[in-house]
């Protein structure tokens, strides 16, 4: 049974740091793409950082320069660093992995998710 858990979420004023975490279990961890995704209510689920397992790093636009994905395979855990958070980060952040070959951004090309952990930014 595969499992994903975050932490790391909360409320943090603007301008501020927090970092998320993701441990996974039930696979092979080091095989696959790690991703994060948010929602902010109302809205859809968005693409916002993925890590291959070479390392490789992809980011939204939205976050590029503010925000660090990276894992440690050793403990199975997948992190994401986010500097300079803006109100408009505000959302719930998803942890996913993708088991397929295939990259994408589309959430429903993902395998995995976990539960989700809440961040927001005041003004």
């Known amino acids: 049974q595969v499992q994903l858990v975050e932490s790391g979420g909360g409320l943090v004023q603007a301008g501020g740091s927090l970092r998320l975490s993701c441990v996974v279990s039930?696979?092979?961890?080091?095989?696959?793409?790690m991703g994060w995704f948010r929602q902010a209510p109302g809205k859809e689920r968005d693409f916002v950082a993925s890590?291959?397992?070479?390392?490789?790093?992809s980011y939204a636009d939205s976050v590029k320069g503010r925000f660090t994905i990276s894992r440690d395979n050793a403990k199975n855990t997948v992190y994401l660093q986010m500097n300079s958070l803006k109100p408009e980060d505000t959302a719930v952040y998803y942890c996913?992995?993708?088991?397929?070959?295939?990259?994408?951004?589309?959430?429903?090309?993902?395998?995995?998710w976990g539960q989700g952990t809440q961040v927001t930014v005041s003004s």
């Open positions: 996913a992995t993708d088991t397929s070959s295939v990259f994408t951004v589309v959430p429903g090309g993902w395998s995995y």
């Open positions: 039930g696979l092979t961890f080091s095989n696959y793409r």
């Open positions: 890590i291959r397992w070479s390392g490789h790093t």
